[in-house]
């Protein structure tokens, strides 16, 4: 068992190619954990499990792995950084309480940056920076960092100072003991020695900001400082300690993955300054039975509660449910209780997982995270209990995926095992959704993402052998009617012995927006017999389902059927359902049909130098911004958008704000498509449509 207090379950955190893998690989090199330094490059990191991320280098989804450390056990969270997998990172964060957040200050800072320090703040996650690649930065890079930290609006506090830049970058100066690192290139082996003559000046500058900001965290410290009394290295630890967990400092380190260098220093921070399971304090969550406000100490011997923040479909394992353990101890064979499913479930085997592969354990208790192989009815963001002592924790951050496609399969064969494979992946990633359209009748798979996409599809191949095409889903156009007509419906047939015969007047009038369909009839004096008019009603909502102008579903119509006359031999259901078909579509030809498009409601975030583009842009997607509003740097618009001008807004978007603007997206109403484009429209179905038959 873990001694609770040595435990730090850290998360390396930042926007995509930063080189937060590499980190996680030389802080393992340099544990001893591995005997080869991975690379994200060749392929040989630990972290990176699936094919996709290998041949894309970048990391798709968290992975796992721990490491000792001077007595301390370290668990490590390696994190995407790219937006299409934002989502599976933020989840993560309830797993970890401390946090490496990596800048690569060449990179800029993007979007990403700015939403995943926004959700650290949100969760009041402790954190480290730790500048990598500086065998790649500048000189001024500390010009870069303050200009990334202003956009985040972090108080970052230098621990260090870097000597040398790109190819001369060979270590740092430690600022605590004011002693520099001088690395010698050989797997983190550094010498500890004076600080060059050159870089003393900005060194003790450095210090002294260090040391007024720590002081500033704490009256004993502030009233010896101001005191003109040198604080010890003890109480100047302990300070940046406090000031961590509290939120209100951010030390900067400085290094490099490939090179080695102040990778040991990073993980003395990690033990030094980051919270242990115990620092993090109480779990609150809710009694699944009263809903009263319930908590739960990191404590081994309290009542068992985990909370399942992520799933893994593994193909030899089966489905890995990972937790983190918040109280108790958990083990194999042990009775939970699942609040979230009112079941019960027994524990099988445990892993810890290490990278691509799983290590066995018998137990695990607060504090640690573990998976659990092969629970029956357990998902993400599911809470395990015990039952004699139940509680409940909030579940997963939602997100409404932001694209989608339409998957045609390559045969049929390939159909069948669509909707399937689709259920397994997404109870490994909660951002897909799938369904298939009633009326385009094609499948529609919804993402964070084009490469989130592009990446389903490729998993759809290589694991469950079903292949798909992507296109643009069709846009799920409608056809109403703005005036009212009447028509006479008669279908007439004669072809010796028994005919066919039914006649039908009929009244067709607009309903509000969004009112569907209404059937009235008004029939008086037997004009036609009671047992034909649910015929009559049927074959006007067959011809509705094809609609007048572009073969569309016609909606928001009222029908009145008020007059008719039969024939008592010839007469029958069939007769009477194609009468009321001929009738609606004689009179929707008088009714003033036209087409409707689906509206879509975006809220939009940009940084400020980029709304005015956004908002040319919207005005010519024939869009209305409806309001704005201003959050820190960023600016969040409010807008209404034609679907049909929107399908590949996420594209769009990204290379308009470089990467720095986000959206979400939801269906509003119906509006009438304007004349000019209607006529487009209706010539393009009808030439798909003629096609298809001729095909």
């Not at 572009?550 to 006359?565: F, K």
């Not at 005005?619 to 209305?624: F, V």
């Amino acid at each position: 068992m873990i001694e609770i207090d040595k435990l730090r379950n850290v998360g390396l955190l930042g926007q995509g190619g930063v080189g937060k893998t590499s980190v996680g690989e030389a802080m393992l090199f340099s544990a001893g954990v591995t005997q080869r330094l991975g690379r994200v490059e060749d392929g040989t990191s630990v972290f990176a499990s699936e094919p996709e991320e290998i041949r894309r280098q970048t990391s798709i989804s968290a992975a796992f792995h721990s490491l000792p450390w001077k007595k301390f056990h370290l668990y490590l969270v390696d994190t995407p950084g790219y937006a299409a997998f934002l989502a599976d990172t933020i989840n993560c964060m309830r797993a970890f309480g401390g946090a490496v957040f990596v800048l690569g200050p060449s990179a800029g800072l993007r979007v990403e940056n700015e939403r995943l320090w926004s959700r650290a703040n949100e969760r009041r996650l402790s954190r480290l920076i730790f500048v990598s690649k500086m065998e790649r930065e500048k000189s001024n890079v500390e010009e870069a960092i303050e200009a990334i930290l202003n956009g985040l609006e972090a108080k970052g506090v230098y621990l260090q100072v870097p000597i040398g830049a790109e190819e001369g970058f060979k270590g740092v100066i430690d600022l605590v003991q004011m002693k520099a690192m001088i690395f010698d290139g050989n797997g983190g082996k550094f010498s500890q020695g004076e600080i060059p003559q050159e870089l003393k000046k900005s060194a003790e500058e450095k210090r002294l900001g260090l040391l007024e900001s720590v002081a500033e965290t704490d009256d004993a410290l502030l009233e010896k400082y101001l005191e003109g009394q040198e604080l010890s290295g003890d109480e100047l630890k302990r300070g940046i300690r406090n000031g961590v967990l509290a939120g209100k400092l951010f030390p900067i380190l400085f290094g490099s993955a490939v090179r080695q260098i102040g990778i040991p220093q990073l993980l003395d921070a990690v033990i030094e300054y980051l919270p242990s399971a115990a620092d993090e304090g109480e779990a609150e969550g809710r009694n699944p039975l009263t809903r009263d406000t319930e908590k739960r100490p990191p404590d081994p011997s309290a009542p068992l509660s985990a909370y399942v923040f992520k799933t893994i479909i593994d193909p030899f394992a089966g489905k890995l449910s990972v937790m983190r353990v918040l109280s108790g101890t958990i083990a194999t064979d042990l009775a939970v209780y699942n609040p979230n499913k009112e079941g019960r479930e027994k524990i099988g085997q445990l892993f810890r997982l290490e990278g691509k592969k799983q290590e066995p354990v018998r137990e695990a208790s607060a504090g640690e995270i573990v998976a659990a192989a092969k629970l029956k009815d357990v998902s993400s963001g599911d809470t395990l209990c015990d039952e004699r002592a139940p509680i409940q924790y909030d579940g997963l951050v939602h997100f409404s995926p932001l694209i989608s496609f339409a998957l045609e399969p390559k045969s049929k064969a390939d159909e069948e095992k669509v909707p399937q494979a689709l259920h397994k992946m997404m109870e490994e990633d909660s951002t897909i959704e799938m369904h298939r359209d009633p009326q385009t009748r094609e499948f529609i798979l919804s993402g964070m993402g084009q490469l989130h996409i592009e990446v389903l599809v490729e998993k759809l191949k290589r694991k469950y052998g079903a292949e798909v095409e992507l296109k643009a889903p069709k846009v799920p156009y409608k056809e109403t009617i703005k005036g009212s007509a009447s028509s006479q419906g008669k279908y007439k047939k004669q072809s010796g012995g028994r005919g066919q015969y039914g006649d039908t007047w009929i009244k067709i009038e607009p309903l509000p927006r969004g009112k569907g369909f209404e059937f009235v009839d008004e029939i008086v004096g037997g004009a036609i017999p009671r047992n034909y008019i649910p015929s009559v009603e049927k074959g006007i909502r067959e011809a509705m389902v094809e609609g007048y102008l572009a073969r569309y579903p016609m909606v928001d119509v009222r029908v009145t059927l008020y007059d008719g006359s039969y024939h008592e031999v010839d007469s029958s259901d069939m007769a009477f359902k194609i009468a009321g078909s001929m009738g609606f579509k004689n009179a929707v030809e008088k009714a003033k049909p036209v087409l409707l498009e689906p509206i879509m409601s975006l809220e939009i975030t940009v940084p400020e130098e980029c709304m005015g583009d956004v908002i040319g842009d919207l005005n010519s997607r024939r869009g209305r911004v409806l309001g704005m509003e201003t959050k820190g740097h960023t600016q969040t618009i409010k807008a209404q958008v034609p679907m049909a001008e929107v399908l590949k807004y996420a594209q769009d978007l990204h290379s308009m704000t470089s990467g720095r603007g986000g959206f979400h997206m939801e269906f509003a109403r119906y509006e009438e498509v304007p004349p000019h484009l209607a006529e487009k429209v209706s010539k393009e179905a009808k030439a798909a449509a003629e096609a298809q038959h001729k095909a």
